[in-house]
T-cell receptor
Framework: RKEVEQDPGPFNVPEGATVAFNCTYSNSASQSFFWYRQDCRKEPKLLMS???SGNEDGRFTAQLNRASQYISLLIRDSKLSDSATYLCVVTTFMNSGYSTLTFGKGTMLLVSP | AAGVIQSPRHLIKEKRETATLKCYPI?????VYWYQQGPGQDPQFLIS???????DKGSIPDRFSAQQFSDYHSELNMSSLELGDSALYFC??????????FGPGTRLTVL
């Protein structure tokens, strides 16, 4: 079982729609959680951190449920420029004491006019 | 703002050749990570360095090695290249755990 799982999509939505992505992680010891955005053939870019209390950044809202090991991202009022792959990322501490990121395979979002 | 710099951006090699990829992290970032992303795949963690010391090792093949130098730049050395090594190689740097800032990547094609 992959450590971080996401629905690959694609999610096809019209402009202005609200869309939600989910992600589950298997390692209960995971410490930090993030959503990254990756455009085709470009590098991943940090979108936002995810906290248990939930956090919002403009049209984007992220939520973490530690008990269910579940992370979500909600995008309101979708724009054409939101079309990208959204990567769920989990930080896990290694035996060395340092941490590494584990990526989900990503969920593709396509916003159409 | 300064970003992570990677060179070269594109590299074409033949099987069994060697390749060296370079990464220049954002100034004052103390951790460098290397990732490999195959076509249609998520980035796979290869190796990381904290303050010039190797901190963690992921799925890096034995044919690959990496190091971080005194000026904090890092190099990924790849030998005996195989067709399956063709991928995008990202370097990322960080000052906060988890908040990786990625470079534009090096696209390696092995023929």
């Amino acid at each position: 079982r992959k450590e971080v799982e996401q629905d690959p999509g694609p999610f096809n939505v019209p402009e202005g729609a609200t869309v939600a992505f989910n992600c589950t992680y298997s390692n209960s010891a995971s410490q930090s959680f993030f959503w990254y955005r990756q455009d085709c053939r470009k590098e991943p870019k940090l979108l936002m951190s995810v906290y248990s209390s939930g956090n919002e950044d403009g049209r984007f809202t992220a939520q973490l449920n530690r008990a269910s090991q579940y992370i979500s991202l909600l995008i309101r009022d979708s724009k054409l420029s939101d079309s990208a792959t959204y990567l769920c990322v989990v930080t896990t501490f290694m035996n060395s004491g340092y941490s590494t990121l584990t990526f989900g395979k990503g969920t593709m979002l396509l916003v159409s006019p | 703002a300064a970003g992570v710099i990677q060179s070269p951006r594109h590299l074409i090699k033949e099987k069994r050749e060697t390749a060296t990829l370079k990464c220049y992290p954002i100034p004052r970032h103390d951790t460098v990570y290397w990732y490999q992303q195959g076509p249609g795949q998520d980035p796979q963690f290869l190796i990381s360095f904290y303050e010039k010391m190797q901190s963690d090792k992921g799925s890096i093949p034995d044919r690959f090695s990496a190091q971080q130098f005194s000026d904090y730049h890092s190099e990924l050395n790849m030998s005996s290249l195989e067709l399956g090594d063709s991928a995008l190689y990202f370097c990322a740097s960080s000052r906060d755990r988890g908040k990786n800032f990625f470079g534009p990547g090096t696209r390696l094609t092995v023929l």
